[in-house]
């Protein structure tokens, strides 16, 4: 009669909307999970939620690890006298706690346990009827070892931390491989982290020296990292190696600093795509937490006693319906499929497997489910493209760099302060942008510190500057656009030359503006031809006029035997005499022919050999004349060291910390020699204190600074009055120091090789190296052949205008005077005649 009555109120409550209260209870056998409280609030507060149920918690914080069995007794039994309609069991994740079998078999059930992977057949065991929300060690050990066998592996290295979460996993996966034909290797991880780096130090080395490359390992977040971090140091994370994490943490393994090395991590996911998904983010949310797999858990332990308390609140006996739903919850959660089996386990397990990606995020490339195994994605998905070196892919450069043009250089407005970071964005030049590409193809990351000390030297058995910071571990790489040196190879090496470059003679620009008075350069338009060759060409035109005219004398077939015999008229038989003659073999010279040919064979066969001369000459004259009238003034003259020695008129010098300074000073190859000793002869101009007060000196002119490389690239910027009169000489490498031994030189030095077959150095080159600077437009006009260039020419067509004028007037005066004598001889002749007669006729007359 009292069941019939509570049915009756039951109903009419309901009916009403009256609130059900339930209870259930919360053990925390470890750390707080706060994310289990929020889990309930945010499931009651959902739409799908009744609005009349109300699920209240009884929590006991039980420390298991310290408190004595009496005390544990007391405290279980106090909660005993709690009435719960269920029990959720936050158990313990840590190295040490000791078995809570025990604990289990007092609680109310059912009991829902959130806690590391234990063997199914535990609880069994020890008597405990307890629902695993975490998936079973069984299923995990089960789910590797399908893992393994689809890889093909036929060995594998099992790294287990034995006293961890996933210890139970690892003992039943060693029972697993016992029963296989896949040879694997245990080695077990130490507890005590200085114990367990060295014990650590000493498996990756022999693992590495027997060449293995197959490795799985099982222990929690914190130790999985501490592995990969040692892994990384032995070159074992890279494209030949595997590894497979057991480890469901997958938010919190720290894979993305190994995104570009190439190596296969295979890792696994129990997180689902639902709608519960966003209900879990928002229960994080709550609590300000991250994913992981402990907040996952309990939040489905959450959702299955909502589910049971759902499905329940209309039954009569609230609490004994609960009990009977629990153990039948089936529901999507966070975890995936929360479903229980007979044994309590978990049923219907589906893992997600996937790969470490280049993007530094793990990709989907399969699946693992329960009865079913393994089952992979095409192959095609997991073979991601490398785009690291195994030696550098994922790790960060230390590195120093030096400002200097064009090499490294800071951007306009971007200011850096020295021996600390800078960052990329701040900077500029051959060396950033090289970077970048080598970044890209070996997949490193980078940080540089500016600098200001130099390369260095030997002090007292000790290197300094760059040098010492290299060998001291200080920086892993130098980014100075400074040569190679035979001396630094004892503790560096070099890298594949980037460069050639040497000094240069530097000279005052010459001045564009006209200057008459300026004898320098008047006869330039002579220079292609030295003054012997000029003075051959002269009396080759003497020697083929005398043969012309003597041909002419002589051959009955040339023009004067052909007037003699009336052939032609008898002024044409001057046509070629010694004055016409000249002019023909002139006139062949310039271009202009002459007036009248060579009649005879003898004068044609010497014509023409003649006219051969003439092509070859100007031929060669022209192609010659326009690089000596380009020049600027007679100083261009100077382009190689030997010119400059040979030369008496222009002092020079170079500065005193060049490495060309020693060498000039005690080599004994020529014409380096004289340069040495004329500046240890003129030590006060000839060696400088500052590359500066080089360039102030050539600059006020008449002053050859002898400078090094990167100062091609300062006279386009900044010293647009001075020039480059000589090509490189005393050329060295430029090249990326390292220190001896360093193992990133072979994959740079690879890559550096790669980059050169494919023209990238030659475009970095022409971008920086030969990169047109502000007063580029003053090497335009270089090339421009200015009125000075031609004021010889000018000069001799003026004398010709001159000496034209002068004859002509010679021959009018000439001609005039000609004819007034012709005037006075005609007067004359008549009166002669006329006395000839009166003498005449006298002379009859007397007669």
Known sequence: MKGVLWYVVFSLAMGCGLAVNVTIGVVNLGKAFPGFDQALRTIQESEDFPENVQINKVEKTINVKDASLPVLSAEVANFRDEEVCATVVLDCWDDHCPDTSFILRALPQPIIRVGPPVNKNQHVLANVDTL????????????????????????????????????????????????????YRMAEIPDDERTRYEQLEIFLRSSKSRKEKRFLLIADVEVTNEVLHQAHGHLMLDPRHHWILSNLELNKLELFEYRNTGVHLTVFQLRSHGT?????????????????????????????????????????????????????????????TVAFGPEGTRMDLSVEIMQLSSEGR????????????????????????????????????????????????????????????????????????????????????????????????????????LTGALINKKADAVLYGATTRSRRTEVLEYSFPLAHQGYYIIIKRADSTLNIMDVAGIFEFLAPFEILV????????????????????????????????????????????????????????????????????????????????????????????????????????????????????????????????????????????????????????????????GLRRA???????????????????????LTLASDPFFKSMIALPFPAGSPYLEPMNRALMAMQDEGILDSLKLKWLEKPGKCMEHNKQDGVLRINNFKGVFIVLLLGITAGGIVGLFECFGHQGRKLTKKACTKASPKKENADSEVTITMANGT
């Not at 959450?302 to 049971?308: E, F």
């Not at 092509?615 to 060291?641: D, Q």
């Not at 400059?644 to 020693?662: C, D, E, F, N, V």
């Not at 380096?672 to 500046?679: D, I, L, Q, V």
Request: net charge neutral.
């Open 132 to 183: 695993e929300i975490t998936p079973s060690a069984n299923e995990l050990a089960m789910m590797l070892h399908q893992t393994i066998g689809k890889f093909g592996w036929r060995s594998v290295t099992i790294f287990y931390h034995k006293t961890g979460g996933y210890h139970e996993v690892s003992e039943e996966l060693m029972s697993l491989m016992s029963q296989s034909s896949t040879f």
């Open 276 to 336: 519960t998904d966003f209900m879990f983010d928002d229960a994080l949310r709550g609590t300000n937490q991250s994913y992981s797999i402990q907040n996952a858990l309990a939040f489905d332990a959450a959702s299955v006693v909502s589910h049971a308390a759902m499905v329940s609140a209309n039954e009569q006996d609230v609490c004994n319906g609960i009990r009977t739903a629990v153990p039948e919850v089936r529901l999507n959660g966070s975890t995936g």
């Open 362 to 465: 793990p990709a989907n490339v399969g699946h693992w489910q329960e009865g079913v195994g393994v089952t992979f994605e095409a192959w095609t998905k997991l073979e991601h493209q490398q785009t690291a070196d195994p030696v550098l892919g994922g790790r960060q450069l230390k590195i120093l760099g030096r400002v200097k043009r064009p090499w490294l250089t800071l951007k306009d407005g971007a200011t850096c302060h020295y021996e600390k970071p800078c960052h990329r964005k701040n900077f500029e030049g051959f060396f950033p942008d090289l970077m970048d590409h080598l970044q890209k193809r070996l997949g490193f990351t980078w940080v540089m510190n500016l600098t200001k000390i130099k390369i260095g030297e030997k002090v007292n058995g000790e290197w300094t500057g």
């Open 534 to 693: 000029w003075a051959a060409i002269g009396a080759a035109v003497v020697a083929v006029s005398i043969s012309l005219f003597l041909i002419n004398r002589l051959d009955p077939f040339e023009w004067r035997g052909l007037a003699q015999r009336g052939i032609v008229e008898a002024d044409e038989g001057n046509n070629m005499n010694l004055v016409q003659s000249a002019w023909f073999t002139y006139g062949c010279l310039v271009g202009q022919g002459g007036e009248n040919l060579p009649k005879s064979i003898a004068g044609r066969v010497v014509a023409g050999t003649w006219w051969f001369f003439i092509l070859v000459t100007v031929a060669s004259y022209t192609a010659n004349l326009a690089a000596f009238l380009g020049r600027a003034n007679k100083v261009y003259s100077i382009h190689t060291p030997d010119q400059l020695i040979a030369q008496r008129t222009m002092p020079y010098g170079t500065y005193r910390g060049y490495t060309l300074l020693k060498f000039v000073q005690n080599t004994t190859l020529p014409p380096y020699r004289s340069m040495g000793k004329y500046m240890q002869e003129h030590r006060d101009t000839a060696i400088l204190d500052t590359k500066e007060e």
């Open 699 to 721: 600059s006020e002119g008449n002053y050859a600074f002898i400078a090094g490389a990167n100062y091609k690239y300062v006279l386009q910027n900044d010293w647009c009055n």
